[in-house]
């Protein structure tokens, strides 16, 4: 796949001139209009220091300095933003990097899939059950999941009810971490249920009184705090995919002469979206935001090259990130070439694994899940695929949740196919639960250590 469309000035909007693939058709465009006007005239939700901050973060993890845990529910639900749900995705995503800390020996840049990750593409624009065929359900950003036909027409009003749970989710966020909830003095209060029963409860623990105990005897030595074991910054990052949700919020900075996606710091680009003469692209070559693309099997060398050329052209550190995303089967037939072409451009890029998405199949009653040991194999052999040929995994991507959801099978627990009814809450992918993601972050640490 090759680069088609000449390049000129860009705007926030420069992308209404290409094909702008898995948007929804509004009946009511005027209505569509208004939303996203009031949308553009209301506060961000992140700030432009804050993405420039993490750009800093993303350089370091593709020099191989800290590692990032990227993380959280496959589509966000309104219903689900209290404060019940957002502790327990923070609480997760804290444990994970304390045990990949520790095992590891490098800090870790903890980025959730949270405050925005409302829309989800879909193979098909409609849906047929018993005879009637509706929209397809394209997340709470954009319709209602009800196999209804009221609530299945996309809704503007929607756009302005996810920036506000997007709003208020990162802002609880930033409430608790300022409060001293994320203090690596204190990880006991990160814990959830499964540290009372589980297989790993016990290496949990180890790892966090060897923390403490080092705190205690560095702070000793040093005569005095040290302050970064008190908080722990957490990223928002969401698939940039309904295009004028992410042009309303689109800004330019005058100090910084760049202009900023302030719905959220990092927005990636879906396999569904990459095409080099879409729209997708065109908007994201534009913001200063460091931003993701997800690649699959169907990536070239010379569509990857390509991507590269247009998203980076200046070799920007830390700007892009390319998550590859192939399954088990199919990673060491197809990463090695990309690898390649990355490297023959000179260009910065840090490599991610996302272990999921590949790794989707479904059960003989239609139940959509993934198997834990095909997401381990499919890990491991992305770290041993890297540093066979000289680069650095500098990251992780993951679909999970703090809740003792039943939706991937195998891990500590062995669940099976029968399992999966018993709490199968996710409207779109299966996620791992808290104790399958916690046995990830551990065979990551343990990798370290040689012991994957």
Request: net charge negative.
């Amino acid at each position: 796949m090759t680069k088609t469309v000449a390049r000129t000035d860009w705007h926030p909007a420069s992308w209404q001139a290409l094909t702008a693939a898995q948007q929804a058709n509004y009946p009511d465009s005027a209505a569509l209009d208004r939303a996203v006007d009031e949308l553009s005239r209301l506060p961000p939700i992140v700030t432009s220091w804050e993405v420039d901050r993490l750009s800093a973060e993303m350089a370091r993890a593709q020099r191989g300095e800290v590692f990032i845990l990227q993380g959280g529910d496959c589509a966000e639900t309104f219903a689900e933003c209290t404060s019940e749900n957002i502790v327990a995705k923070l609480k997760i995503l804290l444990q994970m990097s304390l045990v990949m800390l520790y095992g590891m020996k490098k800090p870790v840049v903890r980025v959730g899939r949270m405050a925005g990750q409302y829309a989800k593409p879909r193979s098909a624009d409609t849906e047929t059950r018993d005879g009637e065929t509706l929209p397809s359900f394209r997340g709470d950003l954009i319709n209602r999941n009800p196999f209804t036909a009221d609530d299945r027409v996309p809704d503007p009003q929607l756009i302005l009810r996810g920036y506000e749970r997007a709003a208020l989710t990162l802002n609880f966020v930033r409430s608790l971490i300022d409060g001293g909830f994320a203090d690596l003095h204190h990880p006991e209060y990160w814990d959830l249920n499964w540290v009372g029963h589980s297989p790993m409860a016990k290496e949990f623990h180890a790892i966090v009184a060897s923390i403490s105990d080092s705190l205690d005897f560095l702070e000793t030595v040093a005569e005095r705090p040290l302050h970064k074991t008190h908080r722990a910054d957490i990223y928002a990052a969401h698939e940039g995919l309904h295009l004028r949700y992410e042009q309303a919020q689109t800004r330019y900075l005058d100090r910084r002469e760049r202009w900023y996606n302030l719905t959220t710091h990092f927005p990636w680009i879906g396999m569904r979206t990459s095409s080099l003469d879409g729209a997708h692209i065109e908007y994201f070559r534009g913001i200063a935001n460091p931003i993701g693309v997800k690649i699959g099997t169907s990536m070239t060398r010379e569509w990857i090259q390509s991507l590269i050329e247009v998203l980076n052209p200046n070799n920007e550190p830390g700007r892009l990130t390319l998550i590859h995303r192939f399954g088990a089967k199919a990673i060491e037939e197809h990463l090695p070439d990309l690898i390649t072409a990355v490297s023959e451009t000179g260009s910065p890029v840090l490599w991610v694994c996302d272990p999921m998405h590949g790794n989707t199949e479904t059960t003989a009653d239609g139940i959509k899940t993934r198997r834990f040991n095909n997401i381990l194999s499919e890990l491991d052999a992305a770290f041993r695929v890297h540093e066979s040929m000289g680069s650095i995994l500098g990251g992780v991507h993951l679909e999970l949740t703090g809740e003792d959801v039943t939706e991937c099978t195998g891990g500590a627990r062995g669940l099976t196919d029968s399992d999966l009814a018993r709490a199968y809450k996710s409207t779109v992918d299966p996620r791992l639960n808290y104790e399958q993601a916690m046995e990830i972050a551990l065979r990551i640490a343990g990798k370290h250590q040689h012991r994957f």
